[in-house]
């Protein structure tokens, strides 16, 4: 955003601060103190090389056998321990660890279980490099913040944390003790998204102005794991929470493409709204007896929920998420800016002036086979290079091509692609809808998980 004023800028962010200062709606965060002098920042923080990545997973009951498989493919990994609550899970999967690579390279994979606490015996006694976190929802903050105070950089599924209290608790720790944090946010790496960041880069649309992102995934059969398995953990924040529950998978992609947390602008406040909470009380009493334990939950949490972000620049960001609703599978992915308009599901274009061959102007879509000509000028490099590689590693490859560049940073010391302040901004979004929806609707203001360092940290590069 080249042609932004700085004084105007400045003067813009000031009277915003001013305003949460005063208003008593905006000032339930809580605020940083100044970052300690032995604390590193970890925008663009780049770890020392690591030759060989020693990783060590913990969860192997749904995400965590993909995430570890591929890991395991790759070149100078090793895996050194498997833990799970389930003693077949992580006997399964430790076997399965050993016959990658030819028997060779994971020959020696220390299995855990049997009880919560068997992963912090083993952060005590193999020392990875690295922990893979693949648990349910609870157990990310606790997770990273021991691995990372034992050493280890800490990779998380999505959320990245559950409270503003944990997501300050993981930045602090992060900065002392100069360990990676990243919630792995595998949206990023999808073709279209990583197209977009491309065009977006290039001033494809100008300035970005307004961006839509959602998580609408039908899930109610979920509540069929009533034991182990996904539904047996969601249903119960599903009816004990009203807000939005799992925001990143949409936010992240068009928070990278308005670079917010980096260099230009940042997240501010919020305002959230759901709807009743109907449709997973009726699906309970359709599907299950009247004593079922599904039926004597208390369903409090809306169906769909709506939240706007404003931004210190003043731009907007709609997030939605419905996991319930039966409609078709949907994140938006919707970015506007002065120039045009990219938006997803479908994947679908429109520039000022057409595109040369195609439209004539913005009064059309470019999308189906029309949107070739922009693959072939627009697709991202990184796509264009690991694309192959990622075939058949899930989601379409975009968990390959993220665990490729994971990997990839480490080995080679660089930067990692999303660091720890966008995975806890990205997070922050449900506590806060939560309060916002609480309190009718009234602004909650983001913390800056950066101390203010958003405006030193460089863009996403696009890299190759």
Same mark, same amino acid.
């Given at each position: 955003?080249?042609?932004?004023?700085?004084?105007?800028?400045?003067?813009?962010?000031?009277?915003?601060?001013?305003?949460?200062?005063?208003?008593?709606?905006?000032?339930?965060?809580? #605020?940083?103190?100044?970052?300690?002098?032995?604390?590193?920042?970890?925008?663009?923080? $780049?770890?020392?090389?690591?030759?060989?990545?020693?990783?060590?997973?913990?969860?192997?009951?749904?995400?965590?056998?993909? *995430?570890?498989?591929?890991?395991?493919?790759?070149?100078?990994?090793?895996?050194?321990?498997?833990?799970?609550?389930?003693?077949?899970?992580?006997?399964? /999967? %430790?076997?399965?660890?050993?016959?990658?690579?030819?028997?060779?390279?994971?020959?020696?994979?220390?299995?855990?279980?049997?009880?919560?606490?068997? /992963?912090?015996?083993?952060?005590?006694?193999?020392?990875?490099?690295?922990?893979?976190?693949?648990?349910? /929802?609870?157990?990310? $903050?606790?997770?990273?913040?021991?691995?990372?105070?034992? %050493?280890?950089?800490?990779?998380?599924?999505?959320?990245?944390?559950?409270?503003?209290?944990?997501?300050?608790?993981?930045?602090?720790?992060?900065?002392?003790?100069?360990?990676?944090?990243?919630?792995?946010?595998?949206?990023?790496?999808?073709?279209?998204?990583?197209?977009?960041?491309?065009?977006?880069?290039?001033?494809?649309?100008?300035?970005?102005?307004?961006?839509?992102?959602?998580?609408?995934?039908?899930?109610?059969?979920?509540?069929?794991?009533?034991?182990?398995?996904? %539904?047996?953990?969601?249903?119960?924040?599903?009816?004990?929470?009203?807000?939005?529950?799992?925001?990143?998978?949409?936010?992240?992609?068009?928070?990278?493409?308005?670079?917010?947390?980096?260099?230009?602008?940042?997240?501010? &406040?919020?305002?959230?709204?759901?709807?009743?909470?109907?449709?997973?009380?009726?699906?309970?009493?359709?599907?299950?007896? $009247?004593?079922?334990?599904?039926?004597? #939950?208390?369903?409090?949490?809306?169906?769909?929920?709506?939240?706007?972000?404003?931004?210190?620049?003043?731009?907007?960001?709609?997030?939605? /998420?419905?996991?319930?609703?039966?409609?078709?599978?949907?994140?938006?992915?919707?970015?506007?800016?002065?120039?045009?308009?990219?938006? %997803?599901?479908?994947?679908?274009?429109?520039?000022?002036?057409?595109?040369?061959?195609?439209?004539?102007?913005?009064?059309?879509?470019?999308?189906?086979?029309?949107?070739?000509?922009?693959?072939?000028?627009?697709?991202? !490099?990184?796509?264009?290079?690991?694309?192959?590689?990622?075939?058949?590693?899930?989601?379409?490859?975009?968990?390959?091509?993220?665990?490729?560049?994971?990997?990839?940073?480490?080995?080679?010391?660089? !930067?990692?692609?999303?660091?720890?302040?966008?995975?806890? *901004?990205?997070?922050?979004?449900?506590?806060?809808?939560?309060? &916002?929806?609480?309190?009718?609707?009234?602004?909650?203001?983001?913390?800056?998980?950066?101390?203010?360092?958003?405006?030193?940290?460089?863009? #996403?590069?696009?890299? &190759?």
């Amino acid at each position: 955003m080249k042609n932004i004023n700085r004084r105007n800028f400045l003067r813009k962010t000031s009277l915003a601060g001013a305003a949460i200062s005063v208003n008593p709606m905006l000032a339930n965060s809580p #605020l940083s103190s100044e970052r300690p002098l032995a604390h590193t920042y970890m925008g663009g923080f $780049a770890a020392p090389k690591l030759e060989t990545v020693r990783a060590a997973f913990i969860g192997v009951g749904a995400r965590g056998p993909g *995430h570890m498989k591929f890991f395991a493919e790759l070149p100078g990994t090793e895996v050194v321990a498997i833990c799970d609550l389930y003693e077949d899970l992580a006997k399964k /999967w %430790g076997e399965e660890a050993k016959k990658i690579g030819g028997g060779k390279r994971h020959k020696n994979v220390a299995l855990y279980y049997g009880d919560e606490n068997k /992963w912090r015996t083993m952060l005590k006694e193999v020392k990875p490099d690295v922990v893979f976190v693949v648990t349910n /929802w609870k157990n990310h $903050a606790p997770m990273c913040i021991e691995a990372m105070k034992m %050493g280890a950089h800490a990779f998380s599924e999505v959320p990245i944390a559950l409270t503003l209290e944990e997501m300050w608790n993981i930045v602090d720790t992060s900065e002392a003790t100069g360990k990676h944090c990243m919630m792995m946010e595998n949206v990023n790496y999808a073709r279209e998204e990583l197209m977009y960041l491309n065009m977006c880069r290039l001033g494809v649309i100008g300035e970005p102005l307004h961006a839509e992102a959602a998580y609408i995934h039908e899930l109610r059969f979920q509540m069929e794991e009533q034991e182990r398995g996904t %539904g047996s953990w969601r249903t119960p924040h599903y009816a004990n929470r009203n807000g939005n529950l799992y925001p990143t998978h949409g936010l992240g992609p068009v928070a990278q493409y308005m670079n917010l947390a980096r260099t230009e602008d940042n997240f501010s &406040s919020l305002v959230s709204f759901s709807t009743p909470a109907v449709g997973r009380k009726l699906y309970a009493e359709k599907n299950y007896t $009247a004593e079922h334990k599904w039926n004597k #939950l208390d369903y409090k949490g809306g169906d769909l929920n709506t939240t706007i972000i404003k931004t210190a620049l003043g731009r907007t960001v709609m997030v939605q /998420w419905d996991e319930t609703s039966p409609r078709p599978y949907t994140r938006h992915n919707l970015i506007q800016g002065t120039k045009g308009i990219l938006a %997803g599901f479908p994947t679908r274009v429109a520039l000022e002036g057409g595109v040369e061959g195609v439209t004539k102007d913005h009064h059309s879509w470019v999308e189906g086979d029309k949107l070739e000509v922009l693959y072939e000028k627009y697709d991202h !490099p990184l796509y264009k290079r690991l694309n192959e590689a990622a075939k058949g590693s899930g989601h379409g490859g975009m968990d390959g091509l993220m665990m490729y560049r994971i990997v990839e940073c480490l080995q080679k010391g660089l !930067p990692l692609d999303q660091n720890v302040y966008e995975g806890c *901004h990205w997070s922050a979004v449900s506590p806060l809808s939560e309060a &916002s929806v609480a309190q009718g609707g009234a602004p909650q203001a983001f913390p800056d998980f950066t101390r203010g360092k958003w405006k030193d940290t460089a863009p #996403l590069q696009i890299v &190759s």
